[in-house]
């Protein structure tokens, strides 16, 4: 085999002429005699490196890549329902558990929690009666003293954290005690302002799914023991995930499932496994899906949300896997996550997933159960599903086959180089034809970011949240004209200069392996190190690009090894080929001439500009090299590219409304991934003809036209805006305000303003909008609406929050280098959720005049008990005693001493009437003591205390009417969520 491309005429000698003149004067009966039979003809009309073979296979491989990505990611297609009648059953009675979990909103902090909490109650003793014999629930309550204490870091900040637990919990025994239990683990609560479908009502409907198949008259005992964990609170700091650590039979668990939701709907997808050793066994399981981008991109913190799996594997110590509903972000979290936006074979996928796996899993022991299993299972997991099938590798295997891959490949298509350039010599290299692709491409994705950052961005920055395939069709047109005009307007330009024996998409073949070469060589650095943080996982790909690219070349360089220096034949003029101006001009009529294997060929139409050079001729190669070439790399990289983008876009570019760090990661995607697409034919972009030059010139004009008019939010992909009514009681006991937050410049202003109660409001209260940095705004006004808290006769908010001081140390100047103590009990009716934040007056301590530092006093805080009363009772401990961490003294009170400092205390509980008593350990401040400011070693406390309820009552309309108003007049193209833990926020500021 040997290259089939286009040279350039040169200067003819004699011999040359003579030929020519040969050929030429043959007549009709020497065409007669030589031309080759229809089927060769044929054959090379369809086979050859033509333009007219090429637009076929690359409008092919464009629909084919395209229908294989769809097909891949829909759940219609990749997804059928059971026909196992228990499986049928299950399911049924899995999509009503649903149906009812998801009927209210229900928030750790509402009455609808206690709701669902009493149906699955009744629910799971339903289901397991008839096997009490082997299984069993714990109601994880206070009434069991499963309350806990304990401290979390974010950024610079210590929070301690006092948690109730009303977990429900259900052991089913397995036969054989010696192996590790299963944990299947799922949140029943949801946020205030959603229903909570996909989040994370799926993954509870679910567990009770496979709770009813273990318990089913069929079922028989499972080997290893199942531990199924109804947890409550995960939305604002996976507290029920938490508390079970502490539980007895937490440490009978090895391993866990964790099912969740971070988007609505769709397909449940494998986000991430602890391992290799577990990952590998997502393959058992029907339908499997998931990619390991999307663990590279939460274990390097790309992704700004958190599941149950964190508190597992990092305070648990358990290997598991985290599968989650992932789109579309727009409905994450708001009232449309609701049973009309997901369907029945949604819940299917999550529950036959959890099934297979388990089953998997609790059938028998799995080499996990060894002492001594490969210390390669230990390794993070490199996986990747397509069309139903599932693969995974360790880690190590992955930079073994890198290594490999990087040393292997180059020095076979170099020993070839080399043959060919040194023994051969049939192949020659000019400057023009190794520097024009970089060029090209440099000056294309140079172009392609001015064009984002100065017109897409500028017109319409929001778009991607609607369109954001539109705009990577239209950036991948761009960069096809783009590199299509420059490598052949060279070609043009340096006509006269073109060699003979050139073989240019050889060229950029290579060009491109070296950048991938280049790539593997980083991506398998960071490999050999991954770690959380620096995590690599994802770039599997990599490797499968650099390895097709390199097999490509290696046929390629094969065909000139091969190519003997006689096999071409003279003609005049010049072949049809790559330098082809997009504007052709006047050509002759083809003639054929014979070829070294006895059969004609027909020679492309003679240049207007080579018509001038009566001796020229032209070196035309037949081979089909540029066939397998092209089979082999486009088709399969365009679809591992098309892939990868889609799972990548789909998941993220809703998200460009929660930042400008997230629209600019948006932005980089889209702009990435047009170029991975077109990547894989640019070595071919030479021979495009015009009908694809057309479609290209239609699709970008199509798709700027777009991005000015297209609207970026509609009723599909909406808006999506955060609320919450404020109320400072230090401020006044009575105004309210209402808080809405959104992206700057994105219509937010306009939304608020044609609320009734603002345009109404007799005081005409202004609308006041700060921003917040990174891209976001708040607006806020002085709402008439205020909310009803704990009675819906109160005139005052200060009923719903009152703070009394039950001992104030501080104002004992002789303690001024001792430890102060202080006690205030906080009385919220009606009420779960409370947030205390420590400072000084000010936040600042002073040491010396100008001279100002962060100060962390809190060393101690303590959560009294009930029964706890007495803030003079004798049996309490010394605080001086007290040890560092969590501890319960003799009158159950909980402590928790931290000698770096607390900064704030989360209080939650489940008991609706009963008021925290708190007490605080601090240290004052050391400052000079001549200085008359007594608010040095005061304690500064500023306490905020949460309402979530949205059910009306029989004496209360609604209980926000604020956030009824919003739902009710927004603009359809609008969506709302909370923006913390509540819907309404009391806060009072005390000193101690």
């Known amino acids: 085999m040997s290259s089939d491309e286009d040279t350039t005429p040169i200067p003819g000698t004699s011999a040359h002429a003579n030929k020519r003149t040969s050929l030429e004067g043959s007549g009709p009966a020497h065409h007669s005699h030589n031309e080759p039979n229809i089927f060769v003809r044929g054959f090379r009309g369809v086979f050859g490196y033509r333009k007219t073979t090429l637009t076929l296979l690359v409008i092919v491989t464009l629909i084919f890549g395209v229908l294989v990505c769809k097909y891949d990611n829909s759940l219609d297609y990749t997804v059928s329902f059971p026909t196992d009648k228990l499986e049928v059953q299950v ?39 008839s096997k009490k014999t082997y299984v069993e629930l714990d109601h994880d309550n206070t009434d069991n003293n499963s309350s806990v204490m304990y401290s979390s870091v974010s950024g610079d900040r210590n929070t301690v954290t006092y948690y109730e637990s009303n977990n429900l919990i259900v052991r089913v025994n397995g036969s054989d005690e010696t192996l590790p239990a299963l944990l299947l683990s799922a949140h029943y609560d949801s946020v205030p302002s959603s229903f909570g479908v996909t989040d994370d009502g799926m993954g509870v409907a679910s567990l009770l799914g496979l709770l009813d198949y273990y318990c089913s008259k069929k079922a028989e005992q499972p080997k290893r023991t199942i531990i199924f964990n109804f947890n409550n609170n995960e939305e604002f700091g996976l507290y029920g995930a938490t508390s079970f650590v502490k539980h007895p039979w937490f440490s009978q668990i090895g391993y866990f499932l964790n099912l969740e939701g971070t988007g609505a709907g769709g ?17 058992s399981v029907r339908f499997p899906y998931g990619t ?52 029945e074979k949604s819940l299917w996928h999550m529950l036959s997933t959890a099934l297979d796996f388990t089953n998997t899993i609790v059938s028998g022991k799995i080499d996990l159960d060894e002492e001594s299993f490969n210390k390669s299972s230990t390794d993070t997991a490199v996986y990747q599903s397509f069309l139903n099938f599932f693969v995974s590798f360790p880690v190590s295997q992955v930079v073994v086959f890198n290594i490999a891959l990087l040393v292997v490949a180059p020095l076979i298509n170099l020993l070839l180089l080399v043959i060919i350039f040194g023994y051969k010599k049939n192949w020659t ?16 994705m140079f172009a392609l970011n001015f064009i984002n950052d100065s017109f897409t961005i ?67 650095t960071k490999l050999k190190k991954n770690k959380l943080g620096d995590d690599h996982s994802g770039e599997l790909i990599v490797s499968i690009l650099f390895l097709l690219q390199s097999l490509a070349i290696f046929f390629g360089l094969l ?128 021979k495009f003809n015009r009908l694809i030059v057309l479609v290209l010139v239609c699709m970008v004009i199509f798709g700027y036209t777009s991005i000015v008019f297209d609207k970026p939010f509609d009723e599909e992909n909406p808006m999506k805006l955060r609320f919450i009514q404020s109320i400072d009681l230090n401020v006044s006991p009575t105004d309210s305000y209402v808080n809405v937050f959104g992206r700057e410049k994105s219509g937010l202003e ?23 940095g990174d891209g976001n705004e708040v607006c806020s006004f002085k709402s008439s609406l205020p909310p009803v808290l704990s009675s819906p006769n109160n005139n005052t908010f200060a009923d719903d929050l009152k703070i009394d001081i039950l001992k104030n140390s501080s104002s004992n100047k002789d303690h001024l280098f001792g430890l102060l103590t202080g006690e205030i009990r906080i009385t919220v009716p009606e009420n779960r959720m409370c947030h205390l934040s420590f400072n000084r007056s000010e936040s600042k301590t002073k040491i010396v005049s100008g001279l100002d530092f962060p100060d962390t006093p809190v060393k101690t ?25 969590f501890s319960r003294d003799k009158a159950g009170n909980y402590l928790y001493k931290d000698l770096k400092g607390i900064n704030d205390l989360q209080l939650l509980k489940l008991d609706w009437k009963k008021s925290y008593h708190i007490g605080f350990q601090w240290v004052p401040s050391v400052i000079d003591l001549s200085a008359k400011d007594t608010t040095l070693y005061k304690l500064g406390v500023n306490v905020e205390c949460f309402w979530a309820e949205l059910r009306p009552s029989k004496d209360i309309h609604h209980p926000v009417p604020a956030y009824e108003e919003v739902l009710h007049y927004s603009p359809s193209y609008v969506s709302w969520a909370n923006k913390d833990r509540g819907l309404v926020v009391v806060s009072k500021y005390i000193d101690i």
């Open 91 to 129: 399911l049924d009675s899995a999509w009503t558990d649903l149906q009812v979990i998801a009927k209210q909103e229900h928030t750790y902090g509402s009455k609808g929690n206690d709701v669902v909490y009493e149906y699955l109650d009744k629910r799971i003793s339903s289901i397991i009666k």
């Open 267 to 283: 397909k449940a997808i494998l986000f991430r496994g602890t391992d290799y050793g577990i990952a590998k066994y997502y393959s």
């Open 292 to 343: 390991s981008i999307f663990q590279q991109g939460f274990n390097n913190h790309l992704i700004h949300s958190e599941t149950d799996y964190k508190v597992y594997k990092e305070m648990g110590g358990l290997r598991g896997l985290d599968v989650a509903f992932y789109k579309p972000r727009d409905l994450y979290h708001t009232a449309l996550d609701n049973i009309r936006n997901v369907d």
């Open 429 to 444: 290299l000019s400057f023009i034809n190794v520097v024009k692709f970089p060029v090209s491409l440099f000056i294309s």
């Open 458 to 524: 500028q017109v319409n920055k929001f778009l991607p949240n609607s369109s954001a395939f539109l705009i990577l069709a239209t950036y991948a047109s761009t960069l096809f004209l783009f590199n299509y005009l420059i490598m052949n307007g060279v070609n043009q330009i340096f006509y006269r200069y073109k060699v003979v024996n050139h073989d240019e998409k050889l060229i950029v073949m290579i060009e491109i392996a070296l950048a991938y070469w280049i790539v593997l060589i980083y991506s398998t």
């Open 559 to 686: 065909s000139w090894v091969f190519k003997h220096n006689g096999d071409h034949v003279h003609t005049c003029g010049t072949d049809e080929g790559e330098s082809e101006p997009l504007l052709g001009s006047q050509r002759s009529a083809p003639s054929y001439v014979r070829d070294d294997n006895s059969g004609f060929i027909e020679t492309s139409s003679i240049d207007s500009r080579a018509s001038s050079h009566k001796d020229s001729v032209v070196v035309k190669f037949l081979s089909y090299d540029w066939l397998l070439q092209f089979l082999i790399i486009v088709p399969i990289s365009f679809v591992i590219f098309s892939d990868a983008s889609f799972f990548i876009i789909d998941g993220v570019h809703k998200s460009l409304q929660e930042s400008l760090v997230s629209e600019k990661f948006i932005y980089q995607v889209l702009q990435i991934s047009a170029v991975a697409l077109v990547i894989p034919f640019l070595p071919f972009v030479f």
């Open 750 to 772: 306009a939304v608020v303003k044609d609320l009734p109660s603002f345009k109404l409001s007799k005081q005409k209260s202004p609308l006041l909008c700060d921003s917040l």
């Open 861 to 885: 805080v303590i959560v009294y008990s009930e029964n706890d009363n007495d803030t003079d009772k004798e049996s309490r401990p010394a605080l001086s005693s007290i040890p560092e961490g």
